[in-house]
């Protein structure tokens, strides 16, 4: 068992002897920094005062007291802060110990669920938004962290691919659609056509009654319009995916709303025989409560709805025996999940089969511009995802060819690829999720700020230092410093970094460790001489903490899905 291990068990069995009628507490822990509070730090106290109606700085102390008596051999010794904090001080052989074993590549638990994680989920003919690619890049690496703890991690793209708005399309490209064009261009092509539908539809509301027609017609898959929805899909997908192959995206699923039509429709016809969905002005609804609208399962003319899909799809996911079902999908669409959520409790209490896994809505705020303003042209038009993505790599092969002129083309396409990608994703997750957060060019790729270009470098400058001398023998950690303690325990936090991450689903606390360990390491760096050093002994347990730093922070960018090359 690890140290950080021995400190949650004795904190388990501390709460156990304390408030033994009390459970299924879950309590968090966390760094504290602080010189005099402590290498670690948890709010337990809080929580049990919650049931047991006392003073946490009471339960804190009664706690304390169990602990010391089965004092782990790592901590040195354990005390109450504030008002009613729980503080650990760690030993300093524990703490030379653990670094020398430590690797970041070795999880400290493994979890071993199944979870899906749905994310991206674009819309068919219409281009990719900034909010997909924070919804791309944001479920990206929640699966990474999942990945990470062992678990089973199927990464799926639910395509938006039916609704009225495929009628409108079929219309407009059998009345104006060039098919060459189509081929061209398909997104900008295919919005046209979308978007001039709707302008003549304003003096002609005769081709609304056609849309609504080919939409029929597409339901009852016809062979015309099915032939037309599916090169659509195609084309749509060819263009995603050069987006995808940019992020580095992978999908493991990608299957759009028509593939659960029949399902969504068994499901409608199951809940109304129960007695669950009603008829309500010609459409069919189930009641959510007081506190919410009815949930609109079935339109008047019949036709499904964005909803009903959903829940078609939930069934669908059962028959993977998921343990989670994670949505990351903009705030916007919380009435629509908190719908879903009780769908699929309504569902499960009716005993009806699968049994469903329950939703759980990963919501995240808006991508904005420098003035907090949706991010826009200069003609006020909003910008696309794939134009965003351009400009940040437009910035990066400038920034390094004017510092790497000597480099290959190859080589500087290659640092620009790792520093324009990395820079937008970095910006996607870096802040909580919850967040609305605004895009800065020359904050993204500042050397000094809070950005992957910093953390980057602060690698390639690691790297500088291990290649220019390596040591032969077996480093001893105990030959550090006081003044490099900070450092070493900052290193020994990776795994805390993680978990909060995936409790929280926002790796911005991931983010947030990165950037503190590339601070302290570069003023470690400036504080400590290595290379020079004389005192051998010294030097190679310094080498073997720069060696462990490096490797923590690669493996934490490698999470991020940001590349960590050897030059910037």
Known sequence: MDMFSDIKKAVSEAVIAVAPDVHNVVFSFKTRREEGFGDYSTNVAFLLAEHMHLPPEDIAQDLAEHITKNLPTSVDHVDVAGKGFV??????????????SFNPKNPE????????????????????????????????????????????????????????QFGKLIVAYKQWGNKKEVEKDPITQLLALYVRFHKEAENNPELEKQAREEFKKLEQHDKENMRLFKWFTKESMQVFEKTYRLLDVNFDVQKGESEYID??????????????????????????????????????????????????LLIYRASYKPDKVL????????????????????????????????????AFGLVLGEDGKKLS????RVVQAQELIDS????????????????????????????????????????????????????AFSMKGNSATYLQYTYARLSGILNKISSHKKADASNLESSDMPLTKMVLQFHNAVTRSLDA???????????????????????????SDTDIKRRDARLLLVKKVKETLATGLAILGIETPETI
């Open 87 to 100: 503080n650990f001080f760690i030993t300093d052989k524990a703490i030379y110990h653990a670094l020398e």
């Open 505 to 531: 689903s926002s790796p911005h606390h991931l983010a947030e460790y990165c950037f503190d360990l590339a601070n302290s390491a570069n003023s470690f760096y400036e504080r400590s001489p290595i290379v």
């Open 109 to 164: 638990l493994r979890e071993k669920k199944t979870v899906i994680l749905e994310y991206s989920s674009v819309n068919i003919a219409k281009p990719m938004h900034v909010g997909h690619l924070r919804a791309t890049i944001l479920g990206d690496v929640l699966a990474n962290l999942h990945d990470y703890v062992g678990n089973r991690v199927i990464r799926w793209n639910h395509l938006g691919d039916w609704g009225t």
């Open 377 to 380: 042209t200069r003609d006020g």
């Open 392 to 443: 940040f790599l437009s910035f990066a092969n400038t920034t390094v060819r004017e510092k790497h002129p000597s480099l290959s083309i190859s080589d500087q396409k290659k640092i620009a690829q790792a520093t324009g990608i990395g820079a937008i994703r970095y910006a996607m997750v870096k802040d909580d999720r919850t967040s609305n957060i605004k895009l800065n060019m020359e904050a």
């Open 263 to 312: 399902i969504a429709r068994e499901a409608i016809g199951q809940l109304i025989k129960a007695g669950v969905a009603h008829e309500s002005e010609g459409a069919i609804v189930v009641d959510c409560g007081n506190d919410m609208p009815p949930a609109l399962l079935e339109k008047e003319d019949g036709s499904t709805l964005y909803l009903t899909r959903d829940l078609a």
């Open 327 to 362: 949505y990351i999908v903009g705030s916007e669409q919380n009435l629509h999940f908190r719908q879903l959520a009780i769908l699929a409790s309504i569902w499960n209490n009716h005993n009806f089969d699968p049994h469903l896994p329950a939703p759980k809505h990963i």
